[in-house]
């Protein structure tokens, strides 16, 4: 299983991100996907997570309105957008599934907002 993120970068407050996650090594339409954030000297937390289908999404309240998390089953990608983007959502994310127990993750790509 292989997820890598990319998509982060430095934005000033109030503007957007799109993050993306490409997989690869597992059946990516049989599996939720979700995505995580870890600012310095915090523990990592769950932003959103989306259903194998789709169908099915859940958000952090800090960032309900303002990320919406998708997928595409045939390209094996999860996305998070992110909107009116806070200092306070500095943190590196992460993308992350879990696969027969397993939990996996991706190396992370740092989003700063600052001005």
């Known amino acids: 299983v292989q997820l890598v993120e990319s998509g982060g970068g430095l934005v000033q407050p109030g503007g957007s991100l799109r993050l993306s996650c490409a997989t690869s090594?597992?059946?990516?339409?049989?599996?939720?996907m979700s995505w995580h954030r870890q600012a310095p000297g915090k523990e990592r937390e769950l932003v959103a997570r989306?259903?194998?289908?789709?169908?099915?999404?859940n958000y952090a309240e800090s960032v309900k309105d303002r990320v919406t998390i998708s997928r595409d089953n045939a390209k094996n990608r999860v996305d998070l957008q992110m909107n009116s983007l806070k200092p306070e959502d500095t943190a590196v994310y992460y993308c992350n599934t879990q696969v027969y127990f397993i939990q996996y993750w991706g190396q992370g790509t740092q989003v700063t907002v600052s001005s």
């Open positions: 090594g597992f059946t990516f339409s049989s599996y939720a």
């Open positions: 989306i259903s194998n289908s789709g169908g099915s999404t």
